[in-house]
């Protein structure tokens, strides 16, 4: 009966599939381009969202005629929320098929809620070795196993997308090994799957331990083609990208975790600025009259002021006493203007003359070196001379200008 659910004991033995279908055509579920209707690998199911459970699916496509579709169904999305209501066509033939809990394709078993490789098609029969780099194969989940016999083996599925499958395309916060779950739901031919996938869930908890592997933390929604957000971070309050350093300011007052590049930014800023008001007040000194010649100078200056001041009273009272003008205004000296900054382009006025890195070490508990903490110094590398100079900066936190330790 289509819907009822099989207790355990009643479940059937594992389908194999048969060794004839290895090696058929390649699926291409998520191509603009479908397999021709005699693809050996082309499943003849095909998934319809529905608005909800009771909802009936679309007949622009079909015309008038009816159509045999499973009722509506109900899947959690990866990590159990946001569910999607669907329905499958045919229907009868889906429901006519026996359902499994795991499947074999070669000499490997798989089962539901396994990730798999799923193959594309892109990859040659010369790429023996996994390309991490080229993505040539698809990654899914199994939601659910059935089969009529050894050769017709279905899995209904949902994609795992590379960043750059997303219709905005990789962003800055994606790890290089990072995929986004999405509730994007196909049925396809077991013979596609050529491997499985070791995929783990990042919560982008604080304790977390590090990724070492694939691994997911956003989902996308393919109905609404909209990505769920993640934890913000850092003075910029932008996502994080697990490949680069995310630091913890210890100060209680500000307790904010900082991404590498921020830190780095803001340190540059302020040596570049500060060794920029360093030469302008080195030029206005040389330039200042106060400072020419072999002798100071300023208390002369200020003597004849003061006798200029005298005279100009004295001609007031004069001048005042026969023509009763107004009195002539005292002189005093002309105000500096403040000195403007210079700025070039912004934040970006020091790029390719200053450097930085984050110095760090091994961690002392841990015998592997991939793990590292801060050593509390910034290495700036200065590039404007005929040599770079090294210079040892104290790492301090954006926010609240602490050191970081």
């Known amino acids: 009966m289509a819907g009822q659910k099989r207790k355990r004991s009643d479940a059937p033995s594992t389908p194999q599939t048969s060794k004839k279908h290895a090696g058929g055509g390649a699926l291409t579920p998520r191509s603009t381009q479908s397999p021709g209707p005699d693809s050996s690998t082309t499943p003849p199911f095909t998934i319809e969202y529905l608005r909800d459970v009771n909802a009936k699916p679309s007949k622009k496509r079909r015309g008038n005629k009816d159509l045999d579709y499973s009722p509506g169904l109900l899947e959690q999305s990866v990590d159990g929320t946001d569910p999607v209501a669907y329905t499958i066509l045919p229907g009868s033939n889906w429901s006519a098929m026996r359902k499994y809990k795991n499947f074999v394709v070669g000499e490997s078993t798989f089962g539901v809620h396994d990730f798999i490789y799923v193959n594309s098609g892109q990859r040659g029969e010369d790429d023996a070795e996994e390309d991490e780099e080229s993505?040539?194969?698809?990654?899914?989940?199994?939601?659910?196993?059935?089969?009529?016999?050894?050769?017709?083996?279905?899995?209904?599925?949902?994609?795992?997308?590379?960043?750059?499958?997303?219709?905005?395309?990789?962003?800055?916060?994606?790890?290089?090994?990072?995929?986004v779950a999405s509730n994007h739901m196909e049925i396809i031919d077991a013979m596609t799957v050529s491997d499985q996938a070791e995929i783990v869930h990042w919560g982008e908890k604080d304790d977390d331990p590090m990724l070492t592997g694939l691994y997911w933390r956003q989902r996308y929604n393919y109905i609404t083609k909209k990505l769920s957000p993640l934890r913000r971070s850092c003075v910029c309050k932008q996502y994080h990208n697990p490949d680069k350093l995310l630091i913890h300011c210890s100060n209680p007052d500000c307790d904010l975790w900082l991404h590498e590049d921020c830190i780095v930014k803001a340190a540059l800023k302020k040596v570049?600025?500060?060794?920029?008001?360093?030469?302008?007040?080195?030029?206005?000194?040389?330039?200042?009259?106060?400072?020419?010649?072999?002798?100071?100078?300023?208390?002369?200056?200020?003597?004849?002021?003061?006798?200029?001041?005298?005279?100009?009273?004295?001609?007031?009272?004069?001048?005042?006493?026969?023509?009763?003008?107004?009195?002539?205004?005292?002189?005093?000296?002309?105000?500096?203007?403040?000195?403007?900054?210079?700025?070039?382009?912004?934040?970006?006025?020091?790029?390719?003359?200053?450097?930085?890195?984050?110095?760090?070490?091994?961690?002392?508990?841990?015998?592997?070196?991939?793990?590292?903490?801060?050593?509390?110094?910034?290495?700036?590398?200065?590039?404007?001379?005929?040599?770079?100079?090294?210079?040892?900066?104290?790492?301090?936190?954006?926010?609240?200008?602490?050191?970081?330790?």
């Open 135 to 179: 993505h040539k194969d698809w990654i899914a989940r199994v939601l659910e196993v059935r089969a009529t016999d050894p050769t017709h083996v279905y899995l209904r599925i949902y994609w795992m997308y590379w960043p750059e499958e997303l219709p905005a395309g990789r962003e800055k916060y994606h790890g290089k090994n990072e995929l």
């Open 272 to 405: 570049f600025e500060g060794q920029s008001d360093q030469v302008d007040d080195e030029d206005a000194k040389a330039k200042d009259p106060k400072t020419e010649g072999n002798g100071d100078l300023s208390g002369t200056i200020e003597v004849a002021l003061n006798s200029a001041r005298k005279l100009a009273r004295g001609m007031q009272e004069m001048v005042g006493a026969v023509t009763k003008q107004s009195p002539v205004p005292t002189p005093t000296p002309a105000k500096k203007k403040p000195k403007m900054r210079k700025v070039e382009n912004g934040l970006g006025s020091w790029e390719g003359k200053l450097e930085a890195k984050i110095e760090t070490k091994p961690k002392a508990e841990t015998d592997d070196d991939e793990t590292q903490e801060i050593t509390g110094k910034l290495l700036v590398t200065d590039l404007r001379g005929d040599e770079p100079k090294i210079l040892e900066e104290t790492l301090v936190c954006p926010n609240c200008e602490k050191p970081l330790t």
